[in-house]
């Protein structure tokens, strides 16, 4: 089968005009049976075969490593900043597709190519709206990819009035309001996310840890105020950080210095050293209380030595319960969150951010639970 | 009047037996006036008088540039954070406050200080709560700070009920649910943010721009699909993204090319020079159809060559309407991130941090209106 990539803008997004030019291509296209990408695209990038379309060179637009993050984009524009930002973060891309008008291919048929990828794990969506009457093929494909362990994250454009006439005027009309897509994206099992900054926190812990069994978080702190506002926004998203029962705060009593708040949070004080998150995670993990862990873990205080980076990864090695981490402030935190990274630790400079990943971990095991098939 | 910094924990934090001794330290320090700060804190750092209390080293904490953001903080643990995660971004700062258990001196008595002193232009508050019947002394305050031209932006830590519970379980006990912190910054005219990222990314576009003179924002882009992210999150916040007028519509489509999309958001298309984003500007800026512009800018069209940002930097200061630029990307965003803040732009990797930012823009300026006094 032949096949094309359109690149070229001036087709349906320009109006009647343009629209009866796309139709004319679709004609051609049909009758010599071509399947064509676009029109009105950047086109597909491919890490592993190589093959990559985007017209923008290296020094404009840098491509990130291999890795197991594939992207299907209605825009473009937005996925070549995405792939730019990725590359210096040095968060490794499978597969990227900008489709733009999809007068023929879209949505869905890079799903169902993409849940077969070998090398694709997680699945990010940038979608304005789908073609009509595509809602249940979408829904189909996008489980699909569920029961093959991947998970699907989308950023829908055009979630408000004034930015859904924003969407119809540069891409194809739109088919259907928010709430539509919202159902849609719910009964598929898809991680609707809100801000292109919570897509990518998500997938990158999405590929480092597992999806969590249930709701109940840890939060581990030593800093009191941000173990409060990790509590917050947890609680807000819908997760439980669950009261200690009695004799685990007994047994954690009688580990740890009188002045340690011994609650959930846990707030090992200012004066902590490593050692107390490591008594933590070993007297709390393997009793089934928790389902996630949020270490909060700004290196400041002056007994913190840095083990605390190797008990996190030996913690979550041996008891297999995701942990994010967070380390907020300056240079000597953004060395922590490299370290932690290293390790496998996904991490974090707030404990909003962190707060928002543990609540997709938990949404994602939901989803596996339900779609999956593996009970 | 002699003054004390107590920085030791063992008080009110910990329990009846802590309260005993902060008691009997409270008698004391009456006995004698003496004001005191704490306990439980990490005392204050003046960066102009060069007083500093933080008992960590410049390699575990740096220490900000001058500035005028000042910080009033519950946490100590998070204020040193914050001051480490700022000398990296090197956001300027006038005077940080830790108060900790507040026996004595409290939020209102910091807040009236800060009022009057003239390094600080902007007020960051993280708050769990306020001493019983304060509610009304610190709305007085915080207008007084307020009609000196200040801002006043608040994080509330204990905003849900677990986060009230964990507030309660590492300082005093606590007087109100948030509702009525809700209320009580409602009525003093702060701005009340959600998570830290928002507080420092308002703090900065603050001390760059004036506050807006209304809701109405343009939006100019050279990709459709961020122009539509930004129009979803400005429009949810309460702004406006007016249709532009037929006269300017077609005053525009005279100067641009036909494939621009000139709507509200004007999308430039990939295929943009800087030039366009100048015929914009220039367009509309002087016509008074709009408060605030968010610019955005990704440089990765080859056709941008980065004039971009002397046309922003000087439609600013011809016409006075606050602009914020959103630059998505790697290493060349972060550039053009750079460049334009050096020329006084506040500058944002995601639409959506803009989107925050514009919108405590336009509610700085209603503050203003009705508590400045200058109408």
Redesign the interface.
């Known amino acids: 089968m032949r096949a094309v990539i359109i690149v070229s803008?001036?087709f349906a997004e320009?109006g009647p005009e343009g629209e009866k030019r796309q139709k004319l291509v679709e004609e051609i296209a049909k009758k010599y049976g071509i399947r064509v990408i676009g029109p009105n695209c950047i086109g597909i990038l491919d890490n592993f075969s190589g093959v990559d379309t985007f017209f923008?060179p290296e020094?404009?637009?840098?491509r990130p490593p291999q890795g197991h993050i594939s992207i299907v984009?209605?825009?473009?524009?937005?996925l070549?900043?995405?792939i730019?930002?990725?590359?210096?973060?040095g968060m490794g891309i499978a597969k990227a597709i900008s489709y733009g008008n999809k007068m023929d291919l879209d949505d869905i048929d890079f799903i169902d190519y993409l849940a077969e990828d070998p090398y694709t794990k997680i699945i990010l969506l940038?979608i304005?709206g789908l073609k009509p009457s595509r809602g249940q093929a979408f829904i189909e494909v996008v489980r699909r990819a569920i029961s093959k362990g991947k998970a699907v994250i989308a950023?829908k454009?055009?979630?408000?009035?004034?930015?859904f006439?924003?969407?119809a005027?540069?891409?194809a009309a739109l088919a259907s309001g928010y709430e539509v897509y919202q159902a849609v994206f719910k009964q598929a099992g898809i991680i609707e996310v809100?801000?292109?900054?919570e897509m990518f926190d998500i997938a990158k812990a999405l590929l480092m840890m597992p999806p969590a069994k249930g709701k109940r978080v840890l939060i581990l702190t030593?800093?009191?105020?941000?173990?409060?506002?990790a509590?917050?926004?947890a609680?807000?998203l819908g997760l439980e950080?669950p009261v200690l029962p009695q004799f685990i705060r007994e047994e954690l009593r009688s580990k740890l210095p009188?002045?340690v708040?011994v609650?959930?949070?846990i707030?090992l004080?200012?004066d902590t050293d490593d050692e107390r998150y490591k008594i933590v995670l070993e007297t709390i993990l393997p009793k089934n209380i928790v389902d996630i862990v949020i270490v909060i873990a700004?290196?400041?205080p002056?007994a913190i030595s840095g083990k605390i980076v190797d008990y996190v990864e030996n913690a979550y090695k041996e008891f297999g319960i995701p942990i994010i981490a967070v380390v907020?402030?300056?240079?000597?935190?953004?060395e922590y969150i490299k370290k932690f990274e290293d390790r496998g630790i996904p991490a974090y400079?707030?404990?909003?951010?962190a707060a928002k990943v543990a609540a997709a971990l938990a949404r994602f095991g939901e989803i596996l639970n339900k779609f999956s098939g593996k009970k």
Do not use: C, F
């Not at 400079?349 to 951010?353: D, I, N, V």
């Open positions: 803008g001036g320009l923008l020094d404009r637009l840098r984009s209605q825009s473009g524009a937005l070549s900043m995405w730019d930002w990725m590359a210096m973060k940038y304005e950023l454009g055009g979630r408000t009035e004034r930015g006439q924003a969407a005027s540069h891409t809100d801000t292109m900054e030593n800093a009191g105020g941000e173990g409060v506002l509590t917050d926004y609680s807000r950080i009188p002045h708040v609650s959930n949070p707030d004080t200012g700004p290196p400041h002056p907020t402030g300056g240079y000597i935190a953004e400079q707030t404990p909003e951010r």
